[in-house]
């Protein structure tokens, strides 16, 4: 499929940025965290969240250096949020993507260790953007919206929520949605938002670029679910029908698969809309969200 | 003693610009985890990183809002750090200051995710300070410091290397000072820098407070491995000797009581050299150095 193969090539130049921002000194005594850490980079993704956020920026006609930081620092922040949401005491999984978990094979302490020290280093490598473009005072909004988006206002305050669901409460529609919104659409929202900043879109743009991106990142995880009972078992790589032997409520469960799928195509729907009533134009990230919310794997 | 009450009126000062910058909302689904970070943080501490940024930022003259901000996120870093640490995974800590740590009150889960959250919410609440005075490039080199002496270049780094100190190695000379100057040291250095930067001090003069306060972070790590040996039991509120049962090899095991006593004097002698040759005064900042490191608990 075309968009398949543009996407495994974005995913490369993508992948190319993210190499060059990843500590790279292997002789001091705490190399170990740093092998860790780029163990956890390495291990693949479909690099989803830099490559809207540079798709976004090219809407906007950006074309400076200045993006480069914030797309290695995304990537590490949503890397570091796998590699702690996989620890022992969160959903202990020791396989991701076929390989050993970063916790399985460093241990629990350098697991721990090596998620904060991505968590940092994402700070440490956007900050960067302030030597590149030092007067720019939208370097400054997207430094604020990737702290905001992946802080307890957003991606941590949706973990935590998903983690007490499963623990202790059930799970309400209302409390679902808070889930889907914060764990898996702040992240996605904070991609395009930066994006649309360093490209020079005015805060009017950005708060539409925001909603855009809600819907795009709650489609893409109710996508997820409707995989997870539909999906081709191959395809996915994980076993189909997971989320329901383990009871997990999901978007699914409460709505049934029929809704599930008219939601989707409502949402891509709305985010497409939103897009092209830009006076701008960036087809393949047209076909990009329609890819991310209507694939099957 | 004259310095004791005069730094327990600093640190309440202090507390209240922290308790004025960590997160309120009581109300989202996430509200365990503001409670989780907000207990940790109150817990207590002698609040010497912020109190030290605060007075060397004075030493340069420096009295605008824009330090708040930064004095709030360096304590929330430190306190992050102190609840990673107490992890079952880490040192297994059930107490600290008397209290039920973190993770022992909220679960290990929530004791993870307030970390992260603490780390993250740290940089959210630095970067304010890119509002509160928009144009001051001090501002920037200041964010850069503190990301970076907070990451695995620094506190981190000296982290990983003190874990597998305990568990792999046992240790060198060059390996404890490695940890001494990184765990200990680097939080004291940016504590210091940042004041420095934004009290308006040349490179030239932050260069000469990273040197003093590399001094000052050694110093103060040496005397508490000194009062683990001599320290009154109740005046420390911990088991003197901890360090020797525990076998842990510590600065007066390498180099004995008396050799540990003269460098902490003279360390802290050049120390008060650096601060007494700069063409400013800040007398309090004498006598806490002073204190910190020739302190009795």
Known sequence: MEINKELSYRAAEVDRVIYSYLPSDQHGYQKIVMEAMNYSVLAGGKRIRPI???????LFGGSSKAIEPFMAAIEMIHTYSLVHDDLPAMDNDMLRRGKPTTHAKYGEAIGILAGDGLLNYAFETALQALDIEPDNKAVYKSLQVLAKKSGIYGMI??????IEADKQYGISKNRLDFIYELKTGALIEAAMMIGAYLGGATQDEVDQIEQMAKKIGLAFQIQDDILDVVGDEAKLGKTVGSDAKNQKATYVVFEGLDKAKDDVEKLTEDAIKIL?????ENIFLEKLIMWLVMRDK
Chains 1, 2 share one sequence.
């Not at 092209?276 to 701008?280: E, G, N, V």
């Open 52 to 58: 809207l956020m540079l798709e976004t920026y090219k």
């Open 157 to 162: 305050g949706g973990q935590v929520v998903d």
């Open 276 to 280: 092209i009533d830009f006076p701008y």
